[in-house]
């Protein structure tokens, strides 16, 4: 999820996890959101990376959260 302002804007994912698999039969899994951050908006702007201009923002702590999920997936690094 992006820009999530409150707690309660997390129960989408619920939502898009019951909606992937009941539309598309996909079984997919939540690992992590992004919060509303003003400061992605002042990277964009001076055109430099969020992560490098504010590397202790809101955002960038889920970022590494996300990318640590990402890590430990079994099934996203699998070989086919």
């Not at 430099?48 to 996300?66: C, M, R, V």
Request: net charge positive; hydrophobic share 40%.
């Amino acid at each position: 999820l992006n820009q999530v302002r409150h707690d309660r804007d997390l129960k989408i994912s619920d939502a898009m996890v019951q909606a992937a698999q009941k539309y598309f039969g996909i079984s997919i899994e939540f690992i992590g959101y992004l919060p509303q951050d003003t400061k992605v908006q002042q990277a964009i702007l001076s055109r430099e990376p969020y992560l490098k201009s504010f590397p202790e923002g809101d955002a960038a702590s889920q970022i590494q959260n996300i990318c640590q999920q990402l890590m430990v997936l079994p099934k996203f690094w699998k070989e086919k």
